[in-house]
């Protein structure tokens, strides 16, 4: 079985409502585990009995009423240990929750236990396989997560994006999945890689899953009403479309088909050719940003660092200052002109991915087409659609202007109402 049929909106209604308890909604997601974890592997920290005490004490109050959570493991957690997948941090135990759990928690979450990554959220992969195929990949380093909500063993999910960690897996799963504005989400207790582009995100059933989230970890946010009107969408495909594979481009091209046969419009968006560097000054700010955050780790535990992690250490240490500085200085003069070509949008449109979830655990593909609007700081979403003829998930990836988040989710309520005939259920 993929998925549960009911998403956290309605599971945490019910139990508001009266109409079943955390203890109740925890031991059906608790049976799915005990089924399918063996060969998921989907978590690295999992405690069932903490699980049902917590749910026994539940007050039945909260956005998240019972409704249970898997957490990355680059998270904070004080029942949990927080190991980031690497022997250096075996059963490294925090004292705290990292912020937004706490958040989680005090909104009525259970907590279910944490989540394979990769290490240090980077590239060296773990051993969480896709519920799709368990020979395949669940993506990059949110990927027990991922891998945990399409099987069924929570209802919403922690990640985190720092190129394509969120939407890739998200794309191969069959997932809903946001990942805010840099900066919008509390990064206090989250181990960080490269602060320019670090980002909390999460999973979720629906749309209404994602703004319900959204609600509890970012203070305050609204999302806007929008006119009842055809919308006005951008698709850009970015200077690397040669990369899509023909099932995936099949699957993006039926869903703008949809959508413009539903009475909205959907624009072709060509960037100039300035933009096609885009990809490569992330990897390098990337690079730079990560071999400083783990500089710790590097001096006093290198040879408990994977080759992929000292790989990224050997790039960094031939890229000069100057060079890491110029990288920087062509985004943000880019992000203005970006932003003019999508002002007239109510959002843009792409791939999430150019492939489904490519065979074996070693590899998750590359993220290109999610890192190029990532680094810019600007929200995206995967909206899962029909699989393809490998019968695979494929993601649309819908992206909003910086910190118009609540304009994004808005919109993507929309776009997902006329794909429900092509969304993975």
Same mark, same amino acid.
């Given at each position: 079985?993929?998925?549960?049929?009911?998403?956290?909106?309605?599971?945490?209604?019910?139990?508001?409502?009266?109409?079943?308890?955390?203890?109740?909604?925890?031991?059906?997601?608790?049976?799915?585990?005990?089924?399918?974890?063996?060969?998921?592997?989907?978590?690295?920290?999992?405690?069932?009995?903490?699980?049902?005490?917590?749910?026994?004490?539940?007050?039945?109050?909260?956005?998240?009423?019972?409704?249970?959570?898997?957490?990355?493991?680059?998270?904070?957690?004080?029942?949990?240990?927080?190991?980031?997948?690497?022997?250096?941090?075996?059963?490294?135990?925090?004292?705290?929750?990292?912020?937004?759990?706490?958040?989680?928690?005090?909104?009525?979450?259970?907590?279910?236990?944490?989540?394979?990554?990769?290490?240090?959220?980077?590239?060296?992969?773990?051993?969480?396989?896709?519920?799709?195929?368990?020979?395949?990949?669940?993506?990059?380093?949110?990927?027990?997560?991922?891998?945990?909500?399409?099987?069924?063993?929570?209802?919403?999910?922690?990640?985190?994006?720092?190129?394509?960690?969120?939407?890739?897996?998200?794309?191969?799963?069959?997932?809903?999945?946001?990942?805010?504005?840099?900066?919008?989400?509390?990064?206090?207790?989250?181990?960080?890689?490269?602060?320019?582009?670090?980002?909390?995100?999460?999973?979720?059933?629906?749309?209404?899953?994602?703004?319900?989230?959204?609600?509890?970890?970012?203070?305050?946010?609204?999302?806007?009403?929008?006119?009842?009107?055809?919308?006005?969408?951008?698709?850009?495909?970015?200077?690397?479309?040669?990369?899509?594979?023909?099932?995936?481009?099949?699957?993006?091209?039926?869903?703008?088909?949809?959508?413009?046969?539903?009475?909205?419009?959907?624009?072709?968006?060509?960037?100039?050719?300035?933009?096609?560097?885009?990809?490569?000054?992330?990897?390098?700010?990337?690079?730079?940003?990560?071999?400083?955050?783990?500089?710790?780790?590097?001096?006093?535990?290198?040879?408990?660092?994977?080759?992929?992690?000292?790989?990224?250490?050997?790039?960094?240490?031939?890229?000069?200052?100057?060079?890491?500085?110029?990288? #920087?200085?062509?985004? !943000?003069?880019?992000? $203005?002109? %970006?932003?003019?070509?999508? =002002? /007239?949008?109510? *959002? &843009? +449109?792409?791939?999430?991915?150019?492939?489904?979830?490519?065979?074996?655990?070693?590899?998750?593909?590359?993220?290109?087409?999610? #890192?190029?609007?990532? !680094?810019?700081?600007? $929200?995206? %979403?995967?909206?899962?659609? =029909? /699989?393809?003829? *490998? &019968? +695979?998930?494929?993601?649309?990836?819908?992206?909003?202007?910086?910190?118009?988040?609540?304009?994004?989710?808005?919109?993507?309520?929309?776009?997902?109402?006329?794909?429900?005939?092509?969304?993975?259920?």
């Amino acid at each position: 079985m993929i998925r549960s049929p009911l998403d956290a909106t309605t599971l945490s209604e019910a139990v508001v409502n009266g109409e079943t308890t955390a203890a109740i909604i925890a031991e059906t997601f608790l049976q799915r585990i005990q089924a399918q974890e063996p060969d998921i592997q989907a978590f690295v920290s999992f405690d069932a009995l903490q699980v049902r005490a917590d749910a026994a004490q539940h007050n039945g109050r909260g956005l998240l009423a019972g409704v249970p959570v898997g957490i990355k493991d680059i998270f904070d957690t004080a029942a949990y240990p927080t190991q980031f997948y690497s022997p250096i941090y075996t059963d490294h135990q925090p004292s705290r929750d990292a912020h937004v759990v706490t958040l989680l928690r005090q909104a009525g979450a259970l907590i279910m236990g944490k989540t394979h990554t990769t290490e240090f959220a980077y590239m060296h992969t773990g051993p969480t396989r896709n519920p799709h195929d368990l020979t395949r990949t669940p993506g990059s380093s949110s990927a027990g997560s991922a891998a945990g909500m399409a099987a069924g063993f929570f209802a919403l999910a922690l990640g985190t994006q720092t190129a394509g960690s969120l939407l890739k897996p998200a794309s191969y799963c069959g997932l809903f999945a946001f990942k805010p504005s840099l900066g919008l989400v509390s990064l206090e207790g989250v181990k960080p890689l490269a602060p320019s582009f670090d980002t909390v995100g999460w999973y979720g059933q629906s749309v209404r899953d994602l703004h319900l989230v959204a609600r509890v970890l970012i203070p305050g946010f609204v999302v806007p009403d929008i006119e009842r009107r055809p919308l006005q969408l951008g698709f850009c495909r970015t200077s690397r479309w040669d990369q899509v594979d023909p099932d995936v481009v099949l699957a993006l091209e039926q869903a703008v088909d949809q959508l413009r046969s539903a009475g909205h419009h959907v624009s072709d968006v060509r960037l100039p050719d300035e933009f096609a560097g885009v990809f490569d000054d992330h990897q390098l700010i990337n690079d730079c940003e990560g071999a400083r955050s783990l500089a710790k780790e590097f001096q006093q535990h290198r040879t408990q660092l994977s080759p992929s992690t000292l790989a990224m250490f050997e790039r960094a240490a031939t890229t000069t200052w100057q060079q890491e500085s110029a990288a #920087k200085a062509r985004l !943000a003069d880019l992000a $203005p002109r %970006l932003s003019e070509l999508c =002002r /007239p949008f109510d *959002a &843009m +449109l792409g791939a999430s991915c150019g492939m489904v979830a490519p065979v074996g655990l070693e590899s998750t593909g590359p993220s290109d087409f999610i #890192k190029f609007w990532g !680094a810019f700081g600007w $929200p995206q %979403l995967n909206i899962p659609l =029909r /699989p393809g003829q *490998a &019968m +695979l998930p494929v993601g649309l990836q819908m992206i909003g202007r910086f910190r118009e988040d609540g304009r994004l989710l808005r919109t993507a309520e929309h776009v997902a109402a006329v794909l429900q005939g092509a969304i993975q259920e």
